[in-house]
C-alpha cells in the first residue's frame, strides 16, 4: 500500500496548464495579425514584425511578447519548485529573456522599406535574444531532467530543431544588418516556424519539469517493527505446543 508523498505535485500541473494557456495566448494575436494583415505583408519574406503597420499590430504584437513573457516566468518557476539542477540559472536566463521581449514589445520595428532608425535596431536586438535564448532555456532544462536521471526525449528532439532554425533565422539577418541588403527570400517562413516551435517548446519544458510522485508508506498500520516478528512467532508456537 503506498501513496503520493510529494507535496509540490499539486502545484506543478497548475504551472504547466499556465504555461501552456500563456504560450496559446502569445500565438492569437500573431494568427489575427495574419488575417488583417494579409496583401500588405509577405509571410515568406517578411517577418511578424512587420505587422506593426497593420490595424492594430503594435498591440496585438506587444500583448503577444507579454504573453511569452508570462510563459518564461512560469516555466522559471516549475523548475525552481521542481528543485531541477540548474534552476538558478535558468531563472537568470529567463530573466534576460523577459528583457529581450519587452524591448521587441516597447521598440516597434520600423515600417518595411523605410530605413531602420534606433526603435528598429533595438528590437532586432531584442529579437534575436528572445529567439537566441529560447533553445538554451531548454537545454538546461533538459540538462538538469538528465542529472536526475530522466530521458525528456521530446524536450532534446524539439530543443535541436529549434536550435538549428534558430541559427538559420540569425544568420540571415547578417547581411541585413551588416549590409543593408533585404537578405534571403523566405526569412519570414522560417521565423514563422521557429515561432511555433518556441509556442510548443514551451508548454513540453512545462510539462518534462512536473515532478514524479514519491511513494511513502500509506499509514501507520502498515509498518510492522522488525523487532516484533520473532516475538510474535513465539507466542504463536507456545499456543499451539499447549493445545
Known amino acids: 500500500m503506498a501513496i503520493r508523498g510529494d507535496s509540490t505535485a499539486g502545484h506543478a500541473p497548475g504551472l504547466a496548464g499556465a504555461v501552456t494557456v500563456a504560450a496559446l495566448v502569445a500565438a492569437v494575436p500573431v494568427l489575427v495579425l495574419h488575417v488583417v494583415g494579409a496583401g500588405s505583408v509577405n509571410p515568406l519574406a517578411q517577418t511578424v514584425s512587420d505587422y506593426v503597420a497593420a490595424p492594430d499590430g503594435y498591440a496585438l504584437l506587444a500583448v503577444s511578447a507579454a504573453a511569452l513573457a508570462f510563459a518564461g516566468l512560469f516555466v522559471a518557476v516549475a523548475a525552481w519548485r521542481s528543485r531541477l539542477p540548474g534552476a538558478p540559472v535558468l531563472a537568470a536566463l529567463t530573466a534576460a529573456w523577459v528583457v529581450g521581449l519587452g524591448l521587441v514589445a516597447a521598440f516597434p520595428t520600423n515600417v518595411a522599406g523605410a530605413p531602420a532608425d534606433v526603435s528598429a535596431v533595438v528590437h532586432r536586438w531584442g529579437g534575436a535574444l528572445v529567439l537566441g535564448l529560447a533553445p538554451v532555456l531548454a537545454m538546461v532544462v533538459a540538462r538538469g531532467l538528465a542529472a536526475r536521471g530522466e530521458r525528456p526525449v521530446l524536450l532534446v528532439r ?86
Do not use: C, K, Q
Open 158 to 243: 524539439l530543443t535541436v530543431a529549434t536550435a538549428a532554425l534558430d541559427a538559420a533565422f540569425l544568420l540571415g539577418h547578417v547581411p541585413i544588418v551588416m549590409l543593408g541588403s533585404p537578405g534571403f527570400p523566405l526569412l519570414g517562413l522560417v521565423e514563422r516556424v521557429l515561432y511555433a516551435l518556441v509556442i510548443v517548446l514551451l508548454p513540453v519544458i512545462a510539462r518534462a519539469l512536473r515532478p514524479r510522485p514519491a511513494l511513502l508508506p500509506a499509514g501507520p498500520a502498515a509498518t510492522v517493527p522488525a523487532a516484533t516478528v520473532p516475538a510474535v512467532s513465539a507466542a504463536v508456537s507456545s499456543v499451539g505446543a499447549g493445545r
